[in-house]
Protein backbone atom coordinates (compact mmCIF):
# COMPACT_ATOMS: atom_id res chain seq x y z
CA UNK A 1 0.00 0.00 0.00
CA UNK A 2 2.65 1.96 -0.85
CA UNK A 3 0.56 5.03 -2.93
CA UNK A 4 -2.19 4.97 0.32
CA UNK A 5 1.35 5.62 2.59
CA UNK A 6 2.81 8.64 0.04
CA UNK A 7 -0.74 10.46 0.37
CA UNK A 8 -0.75 10.47 4.05
CA UNK A 9 2.66 11.07 4.77
CA UNK A 10 1.78 14.46 2.51
CA UNK A 11 -1.51 15.43 4.39
CA UNK A 12 -1.68 17.80 7.75
CA UNK A 13 -2.05 16.20 10.81
CA UNK A 14 -5.45 15.41 11.94
CA UNK A 15 -8.23 12.93 13.96
CA UNK A 16 -8.07 9.83 11.11
CA UNK A 17 -9.63 6.98 13.16
CA UNK A 18 -12.11 7.15 16.02
CA UNK A 19 -12.68 3.69 17.51
CA UNK A 20 -13.43 2.26 21.32
CA UNK A 21 -9.98 3.18 22.52
CA UNK A 22 -10.71 6.74 21.30
CA UNK A 23 -8.86 9.04 18.73
CA UNK A 24 -6.19 8.48 16.63
CA UNK A 25 -3.87 10.87 14.83
CA UNK A 26 -2.59 10.85 11.79
CA UNK A 27 0.66 11.50 13.10
CA UNK A 28 0.24 8.28 15.54
CA UNK A 29 -0.92 6.35 13.18
CA UNK A 30 1.98 6.55 10.87
CA UNK A 31 4.93 6.46 13.68
CA UNK A 32 2.83 3.09 14.94
CA UNK A 33 3.52 2.09 11.08
CA UNK A 34 6.89 2.52 10.61
CA UNK A 35 7.75 0.97 14.11
CA UNK A 36 5.46 -2.35 12.84
CA UNK A 37 7.33 -1.95 9.56
CA UNK A 38 10.66 -2.00 11.47
CA UNK A 39 9.85 -4.88 14.09
CA UNK A 40 8.84 -6.66 11.07
CA UNK A 41 11.17 -6.48 8.80
CA UNK A 42 14.15 -7.27 11.03
CA UNK A 43 12.82 -10.71 11.32
CA UNK A 44 11.35 -11.56 8.14
CA UNK A 45 12.86 -9.71 5.27
CA UNK A 46 11.74 -6.69 2.95
CA UNK A 47 8.11 -7.52 1.34
CA UNK A 48 6.78 -9.48 4.13
CA UNK A 49 3.39 -10.92 4.18
CA UNK A 50 1.46 -10.39 7.50
CA UNK A 51 -1.24 -12.51 8.07
CA UNK A 52 -2.88 -9.79 10.58
CA UNK A 53 -6.34 -10.41 13.24
CA UNK A 54 -8.15 -7.45 11.17
CA UNK A 55 -10.48 -5.85 13.89
CA UNK A 56 -11.85 -2.70 13.38
CA UNK A 57 -9.64 -0.91 15.28
CA UNK A 58 -6.77 1.58 15.03
CA UNK A 59 -4.34 -1.55 14.77
CA UNK A 60 -5.75 -2.61 11.32
CA UNK A 61 -4.86 0.92 10.30
CA UNK A 62 -1.51 0.61 11.57
CA UNK A 63 -1.21 -3.06 9.77
CA UNK A 64 -2.18 -0.95 6.67
CA UNK A 65 0.36 1.35 7.43
CA UNK A 66 2.90 -1.13 7.79
CA UNK A 67 2.83 -3.30 4.47
CA UNK A 68 3.19 -0.05 2.42
CA UNK A 69 6.01 0.87 4.37
CA UNK A 70 7.45 -2.42 4.50
CA UNK A 71 6.10 -2.49 0.24
CA UNK A 72 4.73 -6.13 1.30
CA UNK A 73 0.80 -7.82 1.15
CA UNK A 74 -1.67 -7.63 4.34
CA UNK A 75 -3.39 -11.02 4.90
CA UNK A 76 -6.76 -10.14 7.06
CA UNK A 77 -8.34 -12.84 9.25
CA UNK A 78 -11.02 -13.05 11.70
CA UNK A 79 -10.94 -13.06 15.25
CA UNK A 80 -13.84 -15.73 15.42
CA UNK A 81 -11.96 -17.93 12.68
CA UNK A 82 -10.90 -21.64 13.97
CA UNK A 83 -8.22 -22.66 14.32
CA UNK A 84 -8.72 -25.15 11.22
CA UNK A 85 -9.54 -21.96 9.17
CA UNK A 86 -6.69 -20.57 10.48
CA UNK A 87 -4.51 -23.11 9.56
CA UNK A 88 -6.24 -23.64 5.77
CA UNK A 89 -5.57 -19.46 5.52
CA UNK A 90 -1.97 -20.48 6.38
CA UNK A 91 -1.51 -23.11 3.68
CA UNK A 92 -3.16 -20.90 1.07
CA UNK A 93 -1.17 -18.15 1.86
CA UNK A 94 2.21 -19.19 4.08
CA UNK A 95 2.87 -15.81 5.53
CA UNK A 96 5.78 -14.60 6.98
CA UNK A 97 4.32 -13.33 9.62
CA UNK A 98 1.84 -13.23 11.93
CA UNK A 99 -0.02 -10.89 14.62
CA UNK A 100 -3.07 -11.32 16.87
CA UNK A 101 -4.41 -10.67 20.25
CA UNK A 102 -3.66 -13.01 22.62
CA UNK A 103 -6.53 -14.79 23.24
CA UNK A 104 -7.13 -15.37 19.15
CA UNK A 105 -3.34 -16.34 18.82
CA UNK A 106 -3.13 -18.93 21.46
CA UNK A 107 -6.13 -21.00 20.62
CA UNK A 108 -4.75 -20.52 16.54
CA UNK A 109 -1.48 -22.23 18.24
CA UNK A 110 -0.07 -19.68 16.01
CA UNK A 111 3.68 -19.92 17.46
CA UNK A 112 3.62 -23.60 16.25
CA UNK A 113 3.20 -22.26 12.29
CA UNK A 114 5.97 -19.42 13.20
CA UNK A 115 8.47 -18.24 15.99
CA UNK A 116 6.74 -16.36 18.41
CA UNK A 117 8.57 -13.16 18.94
CA UNK A 118 9.62 -12.64 22.87
CA UNK A 119 8.18 -8.86 22.53
CA UNK A 120 4.47 -8.07 21.86
CA UNK A 121 3.47 -5.39 19.35
CA UNK A 122 0.51 -2.93 18.93
CA UNK A 123 0.14 -2.73 22.40
CA UNK A 124 0.22 -6.41 23.40
CA UNK A 125 -0.79 -8.35 21.16
CA UNK A 126 1.76 -11.30 19.61
CA UNK A 127 4.00 -11.78 16.95
CA UNK A 128 5.47 -14.76 15.20
CA UNK A 129 7.72 -14.53 12.22
CA UNK A 130 10.52 -16.25 10.17
CA UNK A 131 12.79 -14.96 7.06
CA UNK A 132 10.20 -14.01 4.48
CA UNK A 133 9.17 -16.09 1.22
CA UNK A 134 10.27 -14.64 -1.75
CA UNK A 135 8.75 -10.81 -2.42
CA UNK A 136 6.75 -10.21 -5.34
CA UNK A 137 5.13 -14.07 -5.11
CA UNK A 138 1.02 -11.85 -5.45
CA UNK A 139 2.01 -10.17 -8.01
CA UNK A 140 0.84 -6.25 -7.14
CA UNK A 141 -1.13 -7.72 -4.79
CA UNK A 142 -1.40 -5.81 -1.53
CA UNK A 143 -4.23 -7.16 0.77
CA UNK A 144 -5.29 -10.69 0.91
CA UNK A 145 -9.07 -10.99 1.82
CA UNK A 146 -10.71 -14.53 2.86
CA UNK A 147 -14.19 -14.71 1.60
CA UNK A 148 -16.82 -15.78 4.26
CA UNK A 149 -16.75 -19.70 3.49
CA UNK A 150 -20.42 -20.02 3.89
CA UNK A 151 -20.81 -22.78 1.04
CA UNK A 152 -17.13 -24.06 2.08
CA UNK A 153 -13.19 -23.38 2.51
CA UNK A 154 -12.64 -19.46 2.84
CA UNK A 155 -10.24 -18.63 -0.51
CA UNK A 156 -8.17 -15.69 -0.12
CA UNK A 157 -8.52 -13.03 -2.80
CA UNK A 158 -5.59 -11.25 -3.60
CA UNK A 159 -6.18 -7.38 -4.96
CA UNK A 160 -4.06 -5.01 -5.80
CA UNK A 161 -3.66 -0.98 -4.96
CA UNK A 162 -4.93 -0.02 -8.23
CA UNK A 163 -7.66 -1.70 -7.97
CA UNK A 164 -8.80 -0.79 -4.44
CA UNK A 165 -8.27 2.78 -5.74
CA UNK A 166 -10.29 2.66 -8.68
CA UNK A 167 -13.36 0.83 -6.22
CA UNK A 168 -12.94 3.65 -3.61
CA UNK A 169 -12.63 6.63 -6.67
CA UNK A 170 -15.73 5.29 -8.21
CA UNK A 171 -17.63 5.19 -4.82
CA UNK A 172 -16.87 8.33 -3.66
CA UNK A 173 -17.37 10.06 -7.09
CA UNK A 174 -21.15 8.19 -7.55
CA UNK A 175 -22.39 9.04 -3.50
CA UNK A 176 -20.86 12.81 -3.67
CA UNK A 177 -18.78 12.46 -1.13
CA UNK A 178 -15.88 15.62 -0.54
CA UNK A 179 -12.49 15.11 0.91
CA UNK A 180 -12.63 15.18 4.89
CA UNK A 181 -16.05 13.49 5.25
CA UNK A 182 -16.08 11.13 8.01
CA UNK A 183 -16.85 7.57 7.24
CA UNK A 184 -18.63 4.46 9.28
CA UNK A 185 -17.23 1.10 8.89
CA UNK A 186 -19.73 -1.10 10.86
CA UNK A 187 -18.62 -4.27 8.66
CA UNK A 188 -15.61 -6.47 9.87
CA UNK A 189 -12.66 -5.39 8.37
CA UNK A 190 -11.22 -9.16 7.66
CA UNK A 191 -12.77 -8.75 3.61
CA UNK A 192 -11.23 -7.45 0.68
CA UNK A 193 -14.32 -5.13 0.22
CA UNK A 194 -14.68 -4.25 3.83
CA UNK A 195 -10.87 -3.12 3.88
CA UNK A 196 -11.13 -1.22 0.76
CA UNK A 197 -14.67 0.65 1.70
CA UNK A 198 -13.94 0.56 5.67
CA UNK A 199 -10.87 1.50 5.42
CA UNK A 200 -9.15 2.73 2.22
CA UNK A 201 -11.43 4.91 0.72
CA UNK A 202 -11.81 6.92 4.17
CA UNK A 203 -8.22 7.55 4.18
CA UNK A 204 -7.84 8.00 0.67
CA UNK A 205 -10.76 10.41 1.50
CA UNK A 206 -8.99 12.28 4.05
CA UNK A 207 -11.73 12.43 6.72
CA UNK A 208 -12.09 10.28 9.93
CA UNK A 209 -13.05 6.98 9.69
CA UNK A 210 -15.91 5.96 12.67
CA UNK A 211 -15.18 1.91 13.84
CA UNK A 212 -17.32 -0.37 15.29
CA UNK A 213 -15.83 -3.31 16.59
CA UNK A 214 -18.51 -5.38 17.37
CA UNK A 215 -21.99 -5.34 15.61
CA UNK A 216 -24.65 -3.80 17.63
CA UNK A 217 -27.24 -1.57 15.40
CA UNK A 218 -28.12 0.78 18.53
CA UNK A 219 -24.48 1.49 18.84
CA UNK A 220 -24.22 2.18 14.98
CA UNK A 221 -27.08 4.09 14.63
CA UNK A 222 -25.62 5.97 17.76
CA UNK A 223 -21.85 6.26 16.56
CA UNK A 224 -22.80 6.98 13.07
CA UNK A 225 -24.92 10.01 14.43
CA UNK A 226 -22.69 11.42 16.74
CA UNK A 227 -19.64 11.66 14.49
CA UNK A 228 -21.77 13.04 11.76
CA UNK A 229 -20.69 10.19 9.27
CA UNK A 230 -21.58 11.32 5.42
CA UNK A 231 -21.59 7.10 4.52
CA UNK A 232 -21.14 3.55 5.44
CA UNK A 233 -21.69 0.41 3.52
CA UNK A 234 -22.84 -2.93 5.20
CA UNK A 235 -25.15 -6.00 4.69
CA UNK A 236 -28.95 -5.40 3.92
CA UNK A 237 -29.49 -7.61 7.59
CA UNK A 238 -27.40 -4.71 9.46
CA UNK A 239 -29.20 -2.06 7.79
CA UNK A 240 -32.48 -3.40 8.51
CA UNK A 241 -31.57 -4.12 12.22
CA UNK A 242 -30.25 -0.46 12.74
CA UNK A 243 -33.43 0.90 11.46
CA UNK A 244 -35.26 -1.40 13.83
CA UNK A 245 -32.81 -0.10 16.66
CA UNK A 246 -33.00 4.05 15.96
CA UNK A 247 -34.41 5.34 19.02
CA UNK A 248 -36.13 8.12 16.71
CA UNK A 249 -36.75 9.16 13.02
CA UNK A 250 -34.49 10.81 10.64
CA UNK A 251 -31.07 9.66 12.86
CA UNK A 252 -29.46 9.48 9.54
CA UNK A 253 -30.87 12.53 7.55
CA UNK A 254 -27.09 13.85 7.89
CA UNK A 255 -25.88 11.32 5.77
CA UNK A 256 -25.30 11.78 2.05
CA UNK A 257 -26.09 7.94 1.54
CA UNK A 258 -25.85 4.11 2.83
CA UNK A 259 -24.90 1.54 0.25
CA UNK A 260 -26.08 -1.85 0.90
CA UNK A 261 -25.08 -4.98 -0.76
CA UNK A 262 -23.94 -8.99 -0.10
CA UNK A 263 -27.14 -10.23 0.76
CA UNK A 264 -31.08 -10.67 -0.58
CA UNK A 265 -32.96 -7.70 -0.78
CA UNK A 266 -36.19 -6.60 -1.00
CA UNK A 267 -37.13 -3.11 -2.15
CA UNK A 268 -40.60 -2.65 0.63
CA UNK A 269 -38.38 -3.39 3.61
CA UNK A 270 -35.45 -1.14 2.33
CA UNK A 271 -37.80 1.43 2.30
CA UNK A 272 -39.26 1.64 5.36
CA UNK A 273 -36.02 1.44 7.14
CA UNK A 274 -34.29 4.33 5.01
CA UNK A 275 -37.42 6.49 5.73
CA UNK A 276 -36.92 5.80 9.41
CA UNK A 277 -33.53 6.57 9.64
CA UNK A 278 -33.82 9.52 7.17
CA UNK A 279 -31.33 8.96 4.81
CA UNK A 280 -31.14 7.27 1.04
CA UNK A 281 -30.19 3.79 0.53
CA UNK A 282 -27.95 2.85 -2.22
CA UNK A 283 -28.01 -0.89 -3.77
CA UNK A 284 -25.05 -1.96 -5.38
CA UNK A 285 -23.41 -5.37 -6.87
CA UNK A 286 -20.11 -6.41 -6.29
CA UNK A 287 -17.69 -9.32 -5.26
CA UNK A 288 -14.24 -9.85 -3.51
CA UNK A 289 -13.02 -10.75 -6.92
CA UNK A 290 -14.38 -7.46 -8.66
CA UNK A 291 -15.03 -4.58 -6.01
CA UNK A 292 -18.34 -2.93 -5.85
CA UNK A 293 -18.88 -3.03 -9.72
CA UNK A 294 -22.14 -1.08 -10.08
CA UNK A 295 -24.38 1.02 -7.60
CA UNK A 296 -27.48 3.12 -7.53
CA UNK A 297 -26.88 6.98 -7.25
CA UNK A 298 -28.72 9.28 -4.27
CA UNK A 299 -30.17 11.17 -7.15
CA UNK A 300 -31.72 8.29 -8.40
CA UNK A 301 -35.91 7.55 -7.49
CA UNK A 302 -36.51 4.86 -4.48
CA UNK A 303 -37.73 2.50 -7.64
CA UNK A 304 -34.18 2.61 -9.19
CA UNK A 305 -32.41 2.93 -6.00
CA UNK A 306 -34.35 0.57 -3.81
CA UNK A 307 -35.74 -1.74 -7.13
CA UNK A 308 -32.51 -2.48 -9.22
CA UNK A 309 -28.76 -2.79 -7.95
CA UNK A 310 -27.65 0.53 -10.25
CA UNK A 311 -25.12 0.38 -13.22
CA UNK A 312 -21.51 -0.42 -13.77
CA UNK A 313 -18.79 2.25 -12.63
CA UNK A 314 -17.08 4.01 -15.41
CA UNK A 315 -14.47 1.43 -17.12
CA UNK A 316 -16.48 -1.74 -15.90
CA UNK A 317 -18.32 -4.21 -18.26
CA UNK A 318 -21.03 -6.60 -16.81
CA UNK A 319 -23.34 -8.39 -19.43
CA UNK A 320 -25.78 -11.38 -19.49
CA UNK A 321 -24.72 -14.63 -21.07
CA UNK A 322 -26.28 -17.59 -21.97
CA UNK A 323 -25.05 -21.51 -21.00
CA UNK A 324 -22.81 -21.62 -23.87
CA UNK A 325 -21.39 -17.82 -22.82
CA UNK A 326 -22.51 -15.69 -25.93
CA UNK A 327 -23.68 -12.27 -24.62
CA UNK A 328 -27.73 -11.79 -24.12
CA UNK A 329 -29.40 -9.00 -25.68
CA UNK A 330 -30.17 -6.22 -22.60
CA UNK A 331 -33.45 -7.17 -21.04
CA UNK A 332 -33.00 -11.07 -20.92
CA UNK A 333 -32.05 -13.01 -17.63
CA UNK A 334 -28.60 -14.97 -17.39
CA UNK A 335 -25.19 -15.76 -16.32
CA UNK A 336 -23.39 -12.51 -15.22
CA UNK A 337 -19.86 -12.09 -16.46
CA UNK A 338 -18.01 -9.20 -15.29
CA UNK A 339 -14.10 -7.22 -16.75
CA UNK A 340 -12.88 -3.93 -15.00
CA UNK A 341 -10.34 -2.26 -13.18
CA UNK A 342 -11.39 -3.94 -9.93
CA UNK A 343 -10.94 -7.27 -10.88
CA UNK A 344 -8.35 -9.43 -8.85
CA UNK A 345 -5.21 -10.23 -9.36
CA UNK A 346 -5.78 -14.07 -8.28
CA UNK A 347 -6.19 -16.79 -5.62
CA UNK A 348 -3.66 -17.46 -3.06
CA UNK A 349 -3.13 -21.12 -3.28
CA UNK A 350 -0.26 -22.82 -1.58
CA UNK A 351 2.01 -19.91 -0.75
CA UNK A 352 1.30 -18.74 -4.64
CA UNK A 353 -0.93 -16.97 -6.95
CA UNK A 354 -3.26 -18.66 -9.04
CA UNK A 355 -4.41 -16.39 -11.65
CA UNK A 356 -8.09 -15.82 -12.50
CA UNK A 357 -10.12 -18.08 -14.59
CA UNK A 358 -11.40 -15.96 -16.99
CA UNK A 359 -13.02 -15.86 -20.56
CA UNK A 360 -11.26 -15.41 -23.64
CA UNK A 361 -12.02 -12.06 -23.89
CA UNK A 362 -10.82 -11.71 -20.09
CA UNK A 363 -14.44 -11.67 -18.27
CA UNK A 364 -15.24 -13.12 -14.96
CA UNK A 365 -18.07 -15.50 -14.57
CA UNK A 366 -19.58 -14.30 -11.02
CA UNK A 367 -21.62 -17.34 -10.32
CA UNK A 368 -24.78 -14.77 -10.33
CA UNK A 369 -27.91 -14.43 -12.56
CA UNK A 370 -28.39 -10.57 -13.83
CA UNK A 371 -30.80 -8.86 -15.99
CA UNK A 372 -28.58 -5.72 -17.50
CA UNK A 373 -31.60 -3.57 -18.77
CA UNK A 374 -31.81 -1.54 -22.22
CA UNK A 375 -31.09 1.36 -20.07
CA UNK A 376 -27.65 0.18 -18.45
CA UNK A 377 -29.49 -0.89 -14.89
CA UNK A 378 -28.80 -3.89 -13.43
CA UNK A 379 -30.76 -6.25 -11.61
CA UNK A 380 -29.47 -9.37 -10.10
CA UNK A 381 -32.09 -12.61 -9.85
CA UNK A 382 -30.35 -14.80 -7.79
CA UNK A 383 -27.64 -17.55 -8.00
CA UNK A 384 -27.11 -19.69 -10.77
CA UNK A 385 -26.94 -22.81 -7.91
CA UNK A 386 -29.83 -21.13 -5.97
CA UNK A 387 -32.35 -23.99 -6.44
CA UNK A 388 -34.23 -26.16 -4.70
CA UNK A 389 -35.03 -29.55 -7.00
CA UNK A 390 -38.39 -30.87 -5.87
CA UNK A 391 -39.82 -33.72 -7.33
CA UNK A 392 -37.25 -33.16 -10.70
CA UNK A 393 -38.71 -29.73 -10.69
CA UNK A 394 -36.35 -26.62 -10.60
CA UNK A 395 -37.77 -24.25 -8.35
CA UNK A 396 -35.90 -20.90 -8.88
CA UNK A 397 -35.02 -19.57 -4.92
CA UNK A 398 -34.50 -15.89 -5.59
CA UNK A 399 -38.11 -15.67 -7.51
CA UNK A 400 -40.16 -17.36 -4.27
CA UNK A 401 -38.24 -15.04 -2.16
CA UNK A 402 -39.00 -12.20 -3.58
CA UNK A 403 -43.05 -13.20 -4.02
CA UNK A 404 -42.59 -14.20 0.18
CA UNK A 405 -41.09 -10.75 0.42
CA UNK A 406 -43.89 -8.68 -1.18
CA UNK A 407 -46.26 -9.74 2.01
CA UNK A 408 -47.06 -6.38 3.82
CA UNK A 409 -46.19 -8.14 7.24
CA UNK A 410 -43.03 -10.20 6.00
CA UNK A 411 -40.01 -8.16 7.12
CA UNK A 412 -37.03 -10.27 5.99
CA UNK A 413 -37.10 -13.77 4.03
CA UNK A 414 -35.36 -16.71 3.52
CA UNK A 415 -36.38 -19.56 1.43
CA UNK A 416 -34.51 -23.09 1.50
CA UNK A 417 -34.58 -26.59 0.63
CA UNK A 418 -35.52 -29.52 3.19
CA UNK A 419 -34.84 -32.83 2.57
CA UNK A 420 -37.54 -35.10 2.07
CA UNK A 421 -37.58 -38.87 1.43
CA UNK A 422 -40.52 -38.58 -1.40
CA UNK A 423 -39.57 -36.00 -3.71
CA UNK A 424 -36.02 -35.26 -2.85
CA UNK A 425 -36.77 -31.47 -1.76
CA UNK A 426 -39.38 -29.20 -0.28
CA UNK A 427 -39.13 -25.96 -0.13
CA UNK A 428 -39.28 -23.59 3.30
CA UNK A 429 -39.74 -20.35 4.28
CA UNK A 430 -37.71 -18.61 7.66
CA UNK A 431 -39.53 -15.48 7.85
CA UNK A 432 -39.02 -12.33 10.16
CA UNK A 433 -42.05 -10.43 11.09
CA UNK A 434 -43.82 -8.60 13.99
CA UNK A 435 -47.15 -10.18 13.07
CA UNK A 436 -47.40 -13.60 15.52
CA UNK A 437 -50.13 -14.64 13.05
CA UNK A 438 -48.77 -14.86 9.91
CA UNK A 439 -48.02 -18.71 8.95
CA UNK A 440 -48.18 -20.77 6.42
CA UNK A 441 -51.95 -20.54 5.06
CA UNK A 442 -51.97 -16.68 4.90
CA UNK A 443 -48.48 -17.44 2.62
CA UNK A 444 -50.01 -19.47 0.82
CA UNK A 445 -53.27 -16.97 -0.02
CA UNK A 446 -50.26 -14.29 -0.52
CA UNK A 447 -48.40 -16.02 -3.07
CA UNK A 448 -51.62 -17.33 -5.19
CA UNK A 449 -52.63 -12.95 -5.78
CA UNK A 450 -48.62 -12.38 -6.78
CA UNK A 451 -49.71 -15.63 -9.35
CA UNK A 452 -46.45 -17.76 -8.46
CA UNK A 453 -47.22 -21.48 -9.74
CA UNK A 454 -48.80 -23.56 -6.85
CA UNK A 455 -45.83 -26.06 -7.38
CA UNK A 456 -43.07 -23.46 -5.92
CA UNK A 457 -45.37 -22.61 -2.34
CA UNK A 458 -43.51 -23.04 0.21
CA UNK A 459 -44.70 -26.44 2.07
CA UNK A 460 -43.66 -24.49 5.34
CA UNK A 461 -43.67 -21.23 6.94
CA UNK A 462 -41.47 -20.66 9.81
CA UNK A 463 -41.94 -17.44 11.75
CA UNK A 464 -38.10 -16.57 13.68
CA UNK A 465 -36.63 -13.38 15.39
CA UNK A 466 -33.74 -13.43 13.08
CA UNK A 467 -32.24 -15.02 9.87
CA UNK A 468 -28.97 -16.93 10.67
CA UNK A 469 -25.82 -14.96 9.71
CA UNK A 470 -22.22 -16.05 8.71
CA UNK A 471 -19.32 -13.65 11.16
CA UNK A 472 -18.97 -10.56 8.47
CA UNK A 473 -22.87 -10.50 8.90
CA UNK A 474 -24.08 -11.79 5.56
CA UNK A 475 -27.04 -14.40 5.26
CA UNK A 476 -25.59 -18.03 6.04
CA UNK A 477 -27.55 -19.83 3.50
CA UNK A 478 -26.15 -22.97 5.23
CA UNK A 479 -27.28 -22.12 8.56
CA UNK A 480 -30.53 -21.45 7.61
CA UNK A 481 -31.47 -24.39 5.59
CA UNK A 482 -29.82 -26.57 9.23
CA UNK A 483 -32.22 -24.45 11.29
CA UNK A 484 -35.16 -25.10 9.09
CA UNK A 485 -34.63 -28.62 9.04
CA UNK A 486 -34.52 -28.99 12.85
CA UNK A 487 -37.89 -26.90 12.74
CA UNK A 488 -39.39 -28.97 10.42
CA UNK A 489 -38.35 -31.96 12.57
CA UNK A 490 -39.62 -30.47 16.23
CA UNK A 491 -35.98 -30.24 17.26
CA UNK A 492 -35.65 -26.64 18.23
CA UNK A 493 -38.67 -24.14 18.72
CA UNK A 494 -39.68 -21.56 16.52
CA UNK A 495 -39.08 -17.77 17.32
Not at 159 to 182: F, K, M, N, P, W
Not at 296 to 314: K, N, Q, V
Not at 333 to 352: D, M, N
Not at 459 to 484: C, H, T, W
Given at each position: MKELVADLRSRDDAVVVLDNDGSHRLSEILAAGQELAGRIERVTGPGATLLLQADNTWRTVVGMVAAGQLGGTLALINRHSTRQEFEAACEDIVPDAVIAAPPSFSDWNAASYRP???AGVLDGWRFAGAEGQPSGRWGDGVVIGLTSGSTGRAKGVVQSEGALRYACRATIEAVGLTAGDAVGAMVPLSSAAAICFGAYLPLLLGGRMVLLDQWDPAEAVRLLTEHQARWTMCVPTMALQMSAAAPEEGMLAAMTALTVGGGPMDAGALGRAERRLGTRFLRVFGMSECLGHTTSLPADGEDIRLGTDGTPFAGTVLRAVDESGSPLPAGEIGRAQVRGPSLFTGYARGGSLARPELTPDGFLPTGD???????????????EKDIIIRGGRNIDIAEVENAVAHHPQVD??????????????????????????????EIQDHLRQEGLMKGKWPE??????????????????????ELAQRLRDGTVVPG
Amino acid sequence: MKELVADLRSRDDAVVVLDNDGSHRLSEILAAGQELAGRIERVTGPGATLLLQADNTWRTVVGMVAAGQLGGTLALINRHSTRQEFEAACEDIVPDAVIAAPPSFSDWNAASYRPEIAAGVLDGWRFAGAEGQPSGRWGDGVVIGLTSGSTGRAKGVVQSEGALRYACRATIEAVGLTAGDAVGAMVPLSSAAAICFGAYLPLLLGGRMVLLDQWDPAEAVRLLTEHQARWTMCVPTMALQMSAAAPEEGMLAAMTALTVGGGPMDAGALGRAERRLGTRFLRVFGMSECLGHTTSLPADGEDIRLGTDGTPFAGTVLRAVDESGSPLPAGEIGRAQVRGPSLFTGYARGGSLARPELTPDGFLPTGDLVEVRPDGRVAVKGREKDIIIRGGRNIDIAEVENAVAHHPQVDQVCVVAVPDELLGERVAALVVTSAESLGLSEIQDHLRQEGLMKGKWPEYVFRVDALPQNRVGKLSRRDAAELAQRLRDGTVVPG
